[in-house]
T-cell receptor, first 110, second 112 residues
Framework: SQQGEEDPQALSIQEGENATMNCSYK?????LQWYRQNSGRGLVHLILIRSNEREKHSGRLRVTLDTSKKSSSLLITASRAADTASYFCATDTKDNDMRFGAGTRLTVKP | DTEVTQTPKHLVMGMTNKKSLKCEQH?????MYWYKQKAKKPPELMFV???????INESVPSRFSPECPNSSLLNLHLHALQPEDSALYLCASSQETGGEQYFGPGTRLTVT
């Protein structure tokens, strides 16, 4: 079963614009991770943020975590057509159970 | 080597067949996972092995039987599947449970 919800379900932007995706979850977590999946392929790990961290950066990615609101956001800056993919958040719960959110389908138009 | 390999890439099987999916990693990871993913849905966790022991079984039907012969290999034995079991089956590994996971490309399974 899913741990959380993501919004929006789908996002379409122009190349060069920023993309923001949100994730909410229900139970206490050890960490929250973001993954990217190109159509029908395996997932690629993007970034991991621990429950005691509030913000993390990796290249064009910025992730925030608000444990009081049980929510996280992923910001992709200066998007490229190659960023077109589905993005999932995943929570590592206190039971070491990995739960994925419903995902956001991002389309970046050239 | 940061790769997780899965075989076969595609599998078509009848409801009475017995088949196995294989997964291999050589990163020294001690946690390995099986996920099921239906089209346009997120991956659903099926099994977790930690140090070659089954640590999580997400109430998966017994027609799916996992096996971890050693720290590098993970199998999923399939028997008497149903058409609704058709999906992409993903294997992943991580250094320890809860860490960054490396995913294989998946096996696309069709049950006829």
């Amino acid at each position: 079963s899913q741990q959380g919800e993501e919004d929006p379900q789908a996002l379409s932007i122009q190349e060069g614009e920023n993309a923001t995706m949100n994730c909410s979850y229900k139970t206490s977590i050890n960490n929250l991770q973001w993954y990217r999946q190109n159509s029908g392929r395996g997932l690629v790990h993007l970034i991991l943020i621990r429950s005691n961290e509030r913000e993390k950066h990796s290249g064009r990615l910025r992730v925030t975590l608000d444990t009081s609101k049980k929510s996280s956001s992923l910001l992709i800056t200066a998007s490229r057509a190659a960023d077109t993919a589905s993005y999932f958040c995943a929570t590592d719960t206190k039971d070491n159970d990995m739960r994925f959110g419903a995902g956001t389908r991002l389309t970046v138009k050239p | 080597d940061t790769e997780v390999t899965q075989t076969p890439k595609h599998l078509v099987m009848g409801m009475t067949n017995k088949k196995s999916l294989k997964c291999e990693q050589h990163m020294g990871h001690r946690a390995m996972y099986w996920y099921k993913q239906k089209a346009k849905k997120p991956p659903e966790l099926m099994f977790v092995y930690s140090y070659e022991k089954l640590s999580i079984n997400e109430s998966v039907p017994s027609r799916f039987s996992p096996e971890c012969p050693n720290s590098s290999l993970l199998n999923l034995h399939l028997h008497a599947l149903q058409p609704e079991d058709s999906a992409l089956y993903l294997c992943a590994s991580s250094q320890e449970t809860g860490g960054e996971q490396y995913f294989g490309p998946g096996t696309r399974l069709t049950v006829t």
